[in-house]
């Protein structure tokens, strides 16, 4: 749990940044692709991770309104990454200018739990990386190059002059 906004906000834009590298793997010819019936597509879910963005922090009032509620997977990915893009500073700013460290053990209601605020954040964080590591596994399946994140990606080893790992 986050002690202070600024941890949060921290960790927010290292976050952002490694979904944008995974979503800018992604080309509009595979957002469609099903690899799977029982798994979404890139584009469900890099639009999900970008719809929490809105629809979480609207339901903790750190945002006035969910702005992507009920809206279709966009057909391009570079709609998704500009609504990502846009959200996740919309989210950044609003969190500066109506959240001060002392609100973060304050209660909310969501999913008809309370948690407290610092939980919402911290599940924002864990949501995004829960949802990119699926993508990474689907743009595996549909042999697309994945980035490294937390260290390097099976193609970028060479790159520090080792053997990829099997």
Known sequence: MYKTIEDFIDDWKEEAESTIKVFEKVDDAEIKNK?????????????????????MPASAKIISE?????????????IIIDKYKQHSGEL???????????????????????????????????HQIHHRAQMTVIMRLLNTKVPGIYGPAKEEWSEYGMEPQE
């Open 35 to 55: 690899v799977n019936d029982n798994v979404r597509t890139l584009g469900k879910i890099a639009w999900h991770i970008t719809q929490t963005l809105t629809e």
């Open 92 to 126: 950044v700013n609003s969190l500066k200018e109506n959240w001060k460290d002392s609100d973060l053990t304050e209660i909310v209601e969501l999913y008809n739990q309370k948690w407290k605020r610092s939980k919402v954040l911290s599940v924002l964080i864990k």
């Open 66 to 78: 969910d702005a992507l509620e009920n809206r279709d997977v966009p057909e391009s990915i570079k």
